[in-house]
């Protein structure tokens, strides 16, 4: 269950503003921009955390090991130096592409399966488009094939939605699993920022 452990993000306020994996969690209380909190909510730095974790039997969240220190996953942390979570660029790749767009065709507005998914070079690069988020879409396989080398105002196929670089959130990672539950140490920080 390790790999799937989360963490819950909260700003400065003790708001909750993202949710991260326990990877990216341990890292921010690593390099010192957040701070572990148990279940009362009590601060640890990261040697503080290690410290701790070695008399810990068991966490709520799991542990993990390297070969010299076991550390509990934190179910929460807060964000010391920011209130935003530190930004990081998404990969430009075709499952991203196809993630953004939510695996719809930009040109029919269809939902298929990734198997049947291509991406489209809205400006076709043979006209000099670019290959890049602002110029590249998802499309089924006929649209593809229909638009060929053409412009969409060309083709007389318009675009759904106007494609655009997004931005990463850790909050992102929780959206394709919208039926995972949600741990109980979450419920209450998580009621005052929905009110
Ligand atoms: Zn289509």
């Known amino acids: ?98 993630a953004r767009d939510g695996r719809r065709c930009a040109y029919c507005g269809r939902r298929r399966p990734t198997e049947e998914l291509d991406l489209d070079h809205v400006v076709p690069r043979s006209r000099g488009g670019g290959h890049s988020w602002t110029n590249v879409v998802t499309s089924c396989r006929p649209c593809n094939l229909k638009k060929a080398d053409k412009l969409p105002e060309e083709a007389g196929m318009p675009l759904k939605f106007r494609p655009s670089k997004p931005r990463w959130t850790l909050l992102g990672s929780l959206l394709p699993h919208p039926r995972r539950a949600i741990p109980a140490s979450w419920k209450k920080l998580l009621a005052p920022a929905q009110a």
């Open 1 to 98: 269950m390790i790999a799937m452990a989360r963490t819950l993000v909260l700003n400065r306020s003790y708001r909750a503003i993202a949710v991260a994996d326990w990877q990216r969690a341990l890292t921010l209380v690593y390099i010192g921009l957040a701070e572990a909190l148990d279940a009362e909510l009590t601060p640890y730095d990261f040697s503080a955390w290690v410290a701790a974790s070695s008399h810990w039997v068991e966490a709520p969240a799991g542990f993990v090991s390297s070969t010299s220190v076991r550390l509990a996953v934190p179910e929460v942390i807060r964000l010391v130096r920011y209130d935003r979570v530190p930004h990081r660029e998404v990969a430009f790749t075709r499952h991203n592409v196809f």
